[in-house]
């Protein structure tokens, strides 16, 4: 929930009527999926530098329940997630690679850092 106390991210108008992908038949439950969503995409990027679209798309996926056919597997919805690398690229927690995908920068690895001594020192 730091980016959602920091405002670091701009909600849409979109966010409530929105659905994650075709896999999925309703929007999300949680009033704060958005916030959620970009602190993984954020962890993602930290995690794998120069990750791109299309494997977020896939990781952010599901199964698409088709009857009695078998399942199979579909992306994410692509503007949810472009949206929050946009937005997280303008507030420079990670920036576009020169040869595609995106990597974390020095500020946004120091936040992420930060806020992820605060959540253990809380815990404990």
Known sequence: MYLKRSGALELPTWVNLVKTGSHTELAPMDADWY???????????????????????SYYGGSINRGVCPCKHRDAAGSIIRHILQQLETKDIIQKCENGGRRITSHGQSDLDRFAATLVSESQ
Request: glycine share 14%; charged share 15%.
């Open 35 to 57: 916030y959620i969503r970009a602190a993984s995409i954020a962890r993602k990027v930290y995690l794998n530098n120069g990750i791109g679209m299309g494997a977020l798309k």
